[in-house]
T-cell receptor, first 115, second 114 residues
C-alpha cells in the first residue's frame, strides 16, 4: 500500500514565523502535490512537482514555496506565515508524469493555525 | 481551465436511504479523467473510482454506483441503502490530458443518521 506521511497533524505558529510542512511518500512516485483545503472551497492546488528539483505553480502559490531535494520528500514552506494561511494542508503523490489517469494518494493532512 | 462543481454543500439522510451526490464538470479537452474521493472524519482522502472520457458505462461497486453522462457533463455518485459509515465529505475531481494536475470540486458533506 502507498503511504504518504506528513510531519505533523496539528501545528500552531505565530504571524511572521517561517513554517515547514514535510511530506514523505514510500512508493517511488514521481509526482507530488500540495493542496490547501478550506470550507466551501474544496482542495486548491498550491504547488506540484514532477521530479526532483522540479516545481510548478498551482492555482494559489502566493506566499508559499516548495522544495524537492529527494524523490520521496516534498516540503511546503511558508516564508512568513500570515493568519490567512490558517488551513488544512494536504500532500499527495501519484505515479508518473504524463499519466493523468493516475489517482493521487493523500496524506492525513496538517491543520495549521497561524495566530 | 477545467472546473468541477458540486452544488450540494451538505446532505443529511437517515440510514438505509439512497442518496445521490452531483458532480458537473467543464473542460475543453476531449480526453479527460473523472474521479471520486471520500474524506472520512480522520481527514485522509481515499480514492473511490476513476472514469475516462471515452467510457460512459455506468459502474457499480457494492452499494456504490456512478453515472457518467457526457451530454450533461455530469458524473454523479449514488449510495444505495446508506450507512452511518458513509458519513464523510465526498470530492469529485477532473484531470485533463493536457494539464494532468487534478482539479477538485468544493466537496459535499454527507451525514447519515442512524
Amino acid at each position: 500500500d502507498v503511504k504518504v506521511t506528513q510531519s505533523s497533524r496539528y501545528l500552531v505558529k505565530r504571524t511572521g514565523e517561517k513554517v515547514f510542512l514535510e511530506c514523505v511518500q514510500d512508493m517511488d512516485h514521481e509526482n507530488m502535490f500540495w493542496y490547501r483545503q478550506d470550507p466551501g472551497l474544496g482542495l486548491r492546488l498550491i504547488y506540484f512537482s514532477y521530479d526532483v528539483k522540479m516545481k510548478e505553480k498551482g492555482d494559489i502559490p502566493e506566499g508559499y514555496s516548495v522544495s524537492r531535494e529527494k524523490k520521496e520528500r516534498f516540503s511546503l514552506i511558508l516564508e512568513s506565515a500570515s493568519t490567512n494561511q490558517t488551513s488544512m494542508y494536504l500532500c499527495a503523490s501519484s505515479r508518473t508524469r504524463g499519466l493523468p489517469y493516475n489517482e493521487q494518494f493523500f496524506g492525513p493532512g496538517t491543520r495549521l493555525t497561524v495566530l | 481551465a477545467q472546473k468541477v462543481t458540486q452544488a450540494q454543500t451538505e446532505i443529511s439522510v437517515v440510514e438505509k436511504e439512497d442518496v445521490t451526490l452531483d458532480c458537473v464538470y467543464e473542460t475543453r479537452d476531449t480526453t479527460y479523467y473523472l474521479f471520486w474521493y471520500k474524506q472520512p472524519p480522520s481527514g485522509e482522502l481515499v480514492f473511490l473510482i476513476r472514469r475516462n472520457s471515452f467510457d460512459e458505462q455506468n459502474e457499480i461497486s457494492g452499494r456504490y454506483s456512478w453515472n457518467f453522462q457526457k451530454s450533461t457533463s455530469s458524473f454523479n455518485f449514488t449510495i444505495t441503502a446508506s450507512q452511518v459509515v458513509d458519513s464523510a465529505v465526498y470530492f469529485c475531481a477532473l484531470s485533463e490530458l493536457e494539464n494532468n494536475d487534478m482539479r477538485f470540486g468544493a466537496g459535499t458533506r454527507l451525514t447519515v443518521k442512524p
